[in-house]
């Protein structure tokens, strides 16, 4: 008899806290507004990369351009929309890297 008592109250105290959280009683914050993303991620296998807030990166594996490259695109809030904003052709700065500045090392072998 004292163990279904107990048992009621443990299951009954749960039962509060869980409509507490459910409901929510003491959230005043705003709902967070998301720019609506218009990408389409089954590009031919591209990817879609988070850089900052409002900026994406799509990789672009050269499906259709022939060229592989990083395409950034910026939200603009005030025509709702992504906007180009650069493009890096990743695949140059890997096969050429002294052209671009960025120090090469080499090994005993040569390589």
């Known amino acids: 008899m004292k163990n279904d008592l107990f048992l009621k109250v443990i299951l ?7 409509m507490v959280i459910a409901f929510n009683l003491n959230s005043n914050e705003e709902p967070q507004i998301l720019p609506p ?8 296998g591209g990817k879609v990369v988070q850089i900052a807030p409002n900026r ?10 022939g060229w592989e490259q990083l395409v950034i695109f910026e939200y603009n809030p005030d025509t709702k929309e992504f906007e180009v904003v650069d493009s890096l052709p990743y695949e140059d700065y890997f096969n050429h890297p ?4 960025i ?8 390589n």
């Open 12 to 18: 009954s105290g749960i039962l509060i806290c869980l």
């Open 98 to 101: 002294k052209e671009h500045g």
């Open 37 to 44: 993303a218009n990408v389409d991620v089954n590009n031919q």
């Open 56 to 65: 994406i990166g799509v990789i672009d594996t050269g499906f259709a351009s």
């Open 103 to 110: 120090p090469v090392r080499d090994d005993k072998y040569g």
